[in-house]
């Protein structure tokens, strides 16, 4: 072996070569900060190396604490030979730190980070390549102390830059969550963390469990805003890190928006000009979308944020001063489990929100009811209790509905909760209005028919859980209404005649709820109704329905009349006394019945054309004969099958009633006299 290895004297690396590639290093650090001091736009392939700075950077921390050991074991005799090797591990570590310190610095450029967090772990960073290179040059020098001492720096500027890379990229308190209280202090310094208050505690001393608060008595930005900026936004905007030149972990900061920026984070009393509601409501692959990490905000979190700032975004705002309506209430209790990491349970909104009507005092109550019927007098509506059990209000507007509008309609606010009917039919409401109605929590039924309410109005009352009936014939809702009856838990019957709602949806949207629909569409199905009613009118023929002979010839009979009154010219006297038959005069028809039949036995000719599509009537005539047995029956079968034949001047009783022909059998038993 010993031909393969060379043994000499170790050659020493200039120490100006290392002073030169510090220079180099600064200079590449200035010049990144002078291309992008204006803004760095992100993307391209600088922004994909400067990426790997997770990776690059554990390279110098793992050999500047191998150079610390070694530098440590050479004062000792049996690892005295690892003194040699030093240098070459400081080399390494020095490089390793300029490549890590600048992909780190570009990849903080370009991403716009900052805060102080932040720059600790800037700072520390650059302090290891700057101390890294003393330490190697006065290795190179011969100068095991300062060597040694430079070393130790480096390590100790090493672990402080991943202690606050590590505060930066999850909590200020990340390693001191489980540290013991005694090491807390000191692995907090440079991190600005609030103090946790302690519990509140009673006369004794004793720590008690803080009481919970009804949502209508929560403050919105403490309990709710701030628990939704730390879970989603914090993590990126807070004091330690800050992104965009934005902070959101204090109010001021909030409502102060992004350093530079012209679009403001929130703009009080003005949520859809917010910058903060417009990011979170962008699609979820927009660039702009926010947060660009984990779960993004629920519905009901962003709908509470947005009546927080319309309410004008103040710290002392509770959830009872957003608004009179019930649904906030709702919201409220939403977000309130979604934070808690529950689902909120069924009917909560309603136990959480109290009646505010039950809440006033008895005086009050009684200057809003006093208000309300002044109103009502001026502008012509009446509001009375339900009934003398029940105060509960109800409210028709029908004598003033030229004249009654939304700003009528805002009167009933102050008792919006007493309303349970409300009746605004032919009024001229709109959706505005809505807004009012939907204050009503404890509304039953209501009357919307002929107004210009559309679906966007309906939409509003989503909120109103005890509401069983609605009326919206002739307004100008469409299929989206559907959605509407859908959140509406006691819907059982909306009319919706004379509107968009496609009656086929309707249905099927009815069968998939217990709601009853009413498009309209079922009106023309009375007129068959009066169907039934003339086959019961028929009952009279029904026994002659034995004798299919009779009736099958009468619908032949308005094609005979015509035929029918040439032929028999000289028949009107008959044809004056079978008006006179209803009179009583039975025989008198039965008079011409023998006088008829000779004209009726060449008439058997002309009958055959209706008879044509009845050949099966002579066949009738034939078997009667054998049943002749019977020939009480068989009288009234001959007599009527004599009458077929007279069907031509039967043609006008027949147009007179069909009792007429019910006569014509009371003269079957004469039939038998005349033979």
């Known amino acids: 072996m010993s031909s393969f290895v060379k043994h000499q004297a170790p050659v020493r690396t200039p120490a100006k070569l290392a002073l030169l590639l510090g220079i180099v290093w600064a200079a590449v650090l ?106 190697l040059v006065f290795a190179m020098k011969g100068k095991r102390l300062l060597s040694g001492f430079g070393t130790a720096a480096a390590a100790f500027a090493t672990a402080a830059s991943g202690h606050f890379g590590g505060a930066m990229v999850h909590e200020p308190d990340y390693l001191t969550e489980h540290a ?12 600005g963390t609030p103090a946790a208050e302690p519990a509140p505690a009673d006369a004794g001393g004793v720590a008690v469990a803080p009481v919970e608060k009804p949502i209508g008595e929560r403050l919105v930005y403490e309990d709710f805003v701030v628990p939704m900026l730390d879970k989603t936004c914090n993590e990126c905007h807070n004091e330690n890190k800050i992104k965009g030149k934005l902070r959101m972990d204090t109010h001021e900061l909030l409502l102060a928006g992004a350093e530079g920026s012209d679009f403001p984070t929130v703009v009080p009393g003005k949520a859809d000009e917010s910058e903060m509601i417009v990011r979170v409501l962008l699609p979820q692959d927009d660039d702009e979308f926010m947060p660009t990490q984990g779960d993004p905000l629920q519905s009901a979190e962003v709908e509470l944020l947005k009546l927080w700032i319309n309410a004008g975004a103040k710290t002392d705002t509770t959830v009872a001063q957003l608004g009179d309506d019930p649904g906030i209430a709702a919201i409220a209790t939403e977000v309130a489990a979604i934070h808690a990491g529950k689902e909120p349970a069924e009917g909560a909104e309603l136990a959480v929100a109290p009646s505010v009507w039950d809440s006033l005092p008895e005086e009050e109550k009684t200057a ?58 032919r009024s001229q409401v709109s959706d505005a209005g809505m807004k009012t109605v939907r204050l009503m929590r404890d509304l039953e039924r209501l009357h919307l028919e002929n107004t210009a309410v559309t679906g966007k109005g309906i939409a509003e009352l989503a909120s109103l859980a005890k509401l069983e009936y609605i009326n919206l014939y002739g307004t100008k809702v469409d299929n989206g209404v559907l959605e509407t009856f859908a959140k509406l838990p006691n819907l059982k019957k909306a009319y919706v005649w004379q509107t968009a709602v496609d009656p086929t949806e309707a249905k099927a949207f009815e069968r998939s709820v217990n709601l009853e629909i009413n498009t309209g569409v079922d009106l023309p199905a009375p007129p068959p109704a009066p169907a039934p009613q003339e086959i019961k009118g028929a009952p009279a023929e029904k026994p002659t329905e034995k004798k299919p002979e009779e009736k099958k010839p009468e619908p032949a009979k308005p094609a005979a009349p015509k035929p029918a009154e040439p032929a028999k010219a000289d028949a009107p006297k008959p044809a004056e006394k079978k008006p006179e038959v209803p009179k009583s005069e039975a025989p008198k028809p039965a008079a011409p019945n023998p006088a008829n039949n000779p004209a009726d036995a060449p008439k058997p000719p002309a009958t055959p054309k ?66």
């Not at 043609?651 to 004469?670: F, I, Q, V, W």
Request: charged share 20%.
């Open 30 to 135: 200035t010049g990144i900060w002078f291309v992008y001091r204006g803004g760095a736009e992100q993307g391209g392939f600088l922004h994909f190396i400067a990426r790997f700075h997770v990776l690059i950077v554990h390279l110098p921390i793992g050999l500047i604490f191998l150079a610390v050991a070694m530098e440590f074991l050479g004062y000792f005799t049996a690892f005295s030979h690892l003194r040699a090797s030093i240098p070459f591990v400081l080399w390494l570590s020095f490089l390793g730190g300029i490549g890590s310190t600048v992909v780190g610095y570009l990849l903080m450029t370009l991403e716009d980070y900052s805060g102080r967090a932040m720059d600790l772990h800037l700072y520390f960073g650059l302090a290891v390549v700057v101390l890294t290179l003393f330490a």
């Open 180 to 191: 013991p209280a005694a090491l807390k202090p000191a692995l907090l310094i440079g991190l």
């Open 368 to 425: 809003r009811m006093a208000e309300v019927n002044e109103a009502a007098e001026k502008y012509h509506f009446s509001v009375m209790p339900i009934s003398a059990e029940d105060e509960r209000l109800r409210v028709n507007v029908i004598n003033a509905a030229k004249d009654f509008g939304d700003d009528q309609l805002k009167v009933l606010e102050p008792v919006a909760e007493r309303i349970v009917w409300l009746d605004l039919a």
């Open 610 to 675: 209706p008879a044509e599509t009845k050949p099966a009537a002579p066949a009738p005539a034939n078997k009667p004969a054998p049943a002749a047995a019977p020939k009480p029956v068989e009288a009234p079968k001959s007599a009527e099958a004599t009458k077929p034949a007279a069907p031509a001047p039967a043609p006008k009783p027949a147009e007179a009633s069909k009792p007429a022909e019910a006569k014509s059998a009371t003269p079957a038993p004469g039939a038998p006299v005349k033979p």
